[in-house]
């Protein structure tokens, strides 16, 4: 039995006859999330029914249900609140979704097992290393295992919803408008401007002189948090232009967790990172930049430029900026209005 699109199911309608047909469960109670459901054919038990809640639906359950009534029925599913029951397309459920159990116990055996390495030198430095290894592990796998396309709802053409999508267009056809659908080239466009904005603040960190010293983690490739997060930018660079829109956007959120990794780990070891010997040198290179920002003079400033680069040069640490990129720096820093502490 077919029932028509984006419209209420109608009352008295039995679970045997919705085998095949999907459903959107939209709550009348603001606030609660709405979920997905799809009525498979029958087995001893009953009419299995994968669900999802929107906001989540990669992470798809099964739940058996007798027939019967089948708003009554779906209300074991518990959504919170009271709801209507929206007829849409068959969903393309993620292939790898009943896996996802399975991904995530790998994940965290993967992450564990990770950072047990350098916690295992039995030094400070392993220590301290231990989590973001961990960490960065286990978003690599996140990343690996989750690769497929992920679950979404496809419409005519080569649109699809998905769970940012999905309940807005709904309302909108259960209001009798058509809505339209982001285009895949629109959605590459969105999907670009984000990784460009990850690009454009690590850029924006990597030009602060001050935060260069002050979080010195984020820009060694030795230490893995940041080599996960150059990893995936190098990716980018070599194979985004090629990739279908879904593995776009999982890259891109793959980008995003790993520069919020290493930035978070650069900045909670500080120049904890840098040898020991290195970091009294560090701190007097930190207040002879600041001073150099926001010296009055030509000749202040010059003093202190010339003081951060005989430390920076004293140190010869990589990761650490260069002594052009200092003497640029500065002299436009003194060009250019005063900005906001923090800003670059």
Known sequence: MTFPLWNPLPAGVVLSELVGACLLLLPTSPGVRAVVVSVQFPTEGGYPVSFAWVDALDARGVLTLADGD???RLTRLKIGAAFDVIVIPPIA????????????ALMVLGGLTAGAIPLATGTPVGAALAIPTAAAAAATLWWVLRRRAP??????GEHHLDGATLVDYAVARIG??????????DQRARITRRIDAVRAEYGRLASDIVYRIESPALFDAAVPTTNAFEVALARYATEGSGLEVDDLDALAADLEIRFSVAKDHA????MGHLPEAARADARRAV????LAAGAATDGERQAAMDQVI??????????LPAPEQVRGKLTSSAETPATPAGDG
């Not at 679950?151 to 005519?156: K, V």
């Not at 900045?267 to 500080?270: F, Q």
């Not at 005989?310 to 990761?319: G, K, T």
């Open 287 to 290: 207040k002879a930049a600041t």
């Open 93 to 104: 459920w993620r292939t790898q979704g009943e896996r996802l159990r399975f991904s995530t």
């Open 151 to 156: 679950t979404r709802i496809p419409l005519p």
């Open 310 to 319: 005989r430390i920076l040069d004293s140190l010869a640490l990589y990761y």
């Open 267 to 270: 900045e909670t070891v500080g």
């Open 176 to 185: 009798g408008e058509r809505p339209e659908v982001m285009s895949g080239a």
């Open 70 to 72: 089948a708003h009554d």
